[in-house]
């Protein structure tokens, strides 16, 4: 008889239960319906949301060739009805279950090589303002993250260009750096050894 003594429970994340749950839908379920426990799930997903995750996690292409791309384009219904539902209420903000869908399948076909996550990024950046065009949310947010991405390079690039921090450059006699002029003793410092 064997000991199942070192079995844990497996661990649901809010990204497993909300993928579960949509998964069970139907288009116009979702269309009509979405419930607040759905909307909690996905609000609950988007708190941990960051650039890292967005950039490292599986892009749409790749969840939809694992998944299928009906799944994976009601999830990212889903991110629409939430960006929709955080604007004030106005008629175009009101999606029938067919333009709900052809609005995700575009989002699928035109950003196949973003991830779910980056377009809950985007629309979670876009908050603030209604934007009429979903292409305009989608561009203003892949030119910052282009920006930001940028900016770690250079930084990087600065980084590994100069390895010493500047606070600790300062405490060091000049001597210590390459191409100190020791005019003392001679033009440079080959000359002076």
């Not at 299928?68 to 629409?80: E, N, Q, S, W, Y």
């Not at 609005?103 to 603030?128: H, I, N």
């Not at 947010?141 to 260009?161: D, F, P, T």
């Not at 010493?164 to 191409?179: D, I, S, V």
Request: proline share 4%; glycine share 4%; net charge neutral.
């Amino acid at each position: 008889m064997k000991e199942y003594s070192d079995w844990t429970r497996p661990e649901v994340s809010p990204e497993w239960e909300l993928f579960r749950s949509v998964q069970q839908m139907s288009w116009d379920d979702l269309a009509t319906n979405a419930n607040r426990c759905l909307l909690d799930m996905y609000r609950s997903t988007e708190l941990g949301l960051d650039l890292q995750k967005a950039l490292s996690s599986p892009k749409l292409n790749q969840l939809g060739e694992k998944h299928g791309k009906d799944l994976v384009c009601r999830l990212i219904a889903l991110t629409v009805l939430v960006y929709f539902d955080r604007l004030p209420k106005n008629t175009e903000a009101n999606f029938g279950t067919w333009r709900l869908r052809q609005t995700a399948e575009w989002l699928y076909d035109t950003y196949s090589c973003e991830s779910l996550r980056d377009l809950m990024y985007a629309f979670r950046r876009a908050q603030g303002y209604y934007a009429h065009d979903l292409l305009e949310v989608m561009t203003n947010y892949l030119e910052w993250r282009a920006g930001k991405l940028e900016a770690i390079h250079q930084a990087r690039s600065q980084a590994v260009a100069s390895p010493w921090p500047n606070n600790f450059k300062e405490k060091l006699p000049q001597r210590w750096f390459l191409g100190y002029q020791n005019s003392a003793n001679g033009s440079n410092s080959q000359e002076a050894a």
